[in-house]
């Protein structure tokens, strides 16, 4: 069975960091591409940051160094590791995989979906 679990959202202040894990199993992450993305209420989801297959990495403009993307395929196991949170950050953060070598920001491109975590950044 193919499944994709998120933790690690919590609540911090703004200028604080949270880490997200993205635990898959059933798959290997190593023969997917990897993105996180995230919903805020009345808004829709947007792509935040993506991971190729072959490691090429995109970050939509708004995180670009304040958010790092990794995996550890050792332990099937995508991360999101969050600096310098804003209050806009706060989001419902869902993590995606489709299979091979894809940068895509566009959420139907990808196949498998986590349940999400939900971050909240207070000011």
């Known amino acids: 069975q193919v499944q994709l679990v998120e933790s690690g959202g919590g609540s911090v202040q703004a200028g604080g960091s949270l880490r997200l894990s993205c635990a898959a199993s059933g798959w290997t992450i190593s023969s997917y591409s990897m993105a996180w993305f995230r919903q805020a209420p009345g808004k829709e989801r947007e792509g935040v940051v993506v991971?190729?297959?072959?490691?090429?990495?995109a970050y939509k403009d708004s995180v670009k160094g304040r958010f790092t993307i990794s995996k550890d395929n050792a332990k099937n196991t995508l991360y999101l590791q969050m600096n310098s949170l804003k209050p806009e950050d706060t989001a419902m953060y869902y993590c995606a995989a489709v299979p091979g070598n894809k940068l895509s920001f566009a959420s139907d491109h990808y196949r498998y979906w986590g349940q999400g975590t939900q971050v909240t950044v207070s000011s």
């Open positions: 991971l190729t297959q072959y490691d090429n990495t």
